[in-house]
């Protein structure tokens, strides 16, 4: 399974984003290997709008299926929602931590948006 992690740098002991649009990366993690890979997601952070949903369609792209950040906007949300990805928020700290904190099932799936668009 793919987890995909708003991140604010490249690797596991980068700070978990808040923002899932505007995060400033992604790391993917195959939870069956424990492999990860960091993706560049600053066309979004800059983007005037609609980062939501093309980042969206970017985690779907690297075939995660759950996604974790601080916050997810209304956007992303219904795309993310619509494509069937399970998505976890409220997040802090490291990317690792975060990780861990999601296998020991200490994250609860979010049914909503958690923040109005372009925050």
Do not use: C
Request: net charge neutral.
């Amino acid at each position: 399974m793919k987890v995909a992690i708003s991140a604010q740098g490249k690797d596991l002991d980068s700070q978990v984003d808040p923002r899932f649009g505007r995060a400033k990366y992604f790391i993917v993690v195959d939870s069956e290997t424990e492999s990860f890979t960091a993706h560049d997601n600053s066309l979004n952070l800059n983007a005037p709008q609609g980062a939501g949903i093309q980042s969206a369609k970017n985690v779907l792209d690297f075939g995660a299926v759950v996604v974790i950040s601080g916050n997810v906007g209304p956007k992303a949300f219904a795309t993310l929602s619509a494509t069937g990805i399970k998505m976890y928020t409220g997040a802090s700290g490291t990317v690792r931590d975060t990780l861990e904190a999601f296998r020991a099932g200490k994250l609860t799936e979010t049914g909503k948006a958690t923040v109005g668009g372009h925050w």
